[in-house]
């Protein structure tokens, strides 16, 4: 029983190990290695959308894997590569979008939003202070005679309905 | 911010974010842009589905207004869209068929039983063009001008629907302005 609790938890907890990538990979120099790992991790699959080069299986993820693969061997540089696949799969294909004309909206949206956050709550929190920080203004609230019959009125009607 | 104008906060919030949401909703996300509108087909020297020792280059791409298909047997949706091909061969259009990663037995086979819409098969048994052209999931069906320049690309089925809306119109301009 217990032996078989074990072994499910181990199933359970190594299943997210699993990863799609599923040929090996040889290269003539393994320097290359981590560079092709950086690329697939970081270029999308054309065909699923949601997952990079690495974690997909889908046919068209092991061509361009096998790809990247062979214009590394061919000492293409990285900025190379990725050149190579925009221009067949478009700009789509780079999970981190270039910066330019069309994508500065993107780059610089969480900044500004960043800082309007902060300013507002900068007001806000100036605000909660000065009204804090004088306390007897609330002392100094003037109300007139005919206001506090009108008030003491309120109060009763309140409490008959009660 | 009185707490008046704080009542309206969800309704700002819904017609900022509306418009985004409707401009959505005619959006397929599963549609790349192609990287190649405009860009003359790209080079290429692969033997012909028919015939194993002929060659067939950007050349035979140019000349006349043609679609230019990719289909496999593998592909399930290209049985689905055959009959259109069909059709359309039969109409006159010339389409160049690019049997995808596939086995030349039976897509030679497949084109015996379904008929064979295609003015002549490029046979890319490695995928090399279709990696050059950017396809990522066949059926998908180029549109190319009488100089082999690409001009519109459809991933997925070519059906009835989908011709009139995006290759009819474009197809006529193309053919008659290449009559002038």
Known sequence: MRAGMLFSAVVMLSSGLVFGQTEVVEFSDESLRPRYLQLIEELRCPKCQNQNLADSNSAISIDLR?????????????????????????DFILYRPLVDRR?????????????????????????????SDHPSDDSQIVISDSDKQRLAQLLNTRNDLR | MSPRLALFAPLIVFVVVAPFLWLALDRDPNELPSARIGEPFPAFSLPSLEDPKELLNTADMRGQVALVNVWATWCYACRIEHAMLNELALMGVK?????????????????????????????????????????????????????GIIQYRRVGVLD?????REFAERYQLLVSGDVE
């Open chain 1, 66 to 90: 096998l790809q990247i693969q062979s214009l590394l061997e061919q000492q293409n540089s990285n900025a190379e590569i990725k050149s190579y696949l925009t221009e067949r799969y478009s």
């Open chain 1, 103 to 131: 994508t500065l909206f993107l780059w610089v949206a969480p900044i500004f939003f960043m800082l309007s956050a902060a300013a507002a709550m900068v007001l806000v929190l100036r605000r909660q202070h000065r009204i």
């Open chain 2, 95 to 147: 389409i160049i068929g690019l049997n995808y990663k596939d086995n030349r037995q039976e897509a030679t086979r497949w084109l015996n039983q379904l008929g064979d819409p295609y003015a002549f098969s490029i046979f890319d048994a490695q995928g090399s063009l279709g990696l050059d052209l950017g396809v990522y999931g066949a059926p998908e069906t180029y549109l190319l001008d009488a100089k």
């Open chain 2, 160 to 164: 009835q629907r989908s011709w009139q």
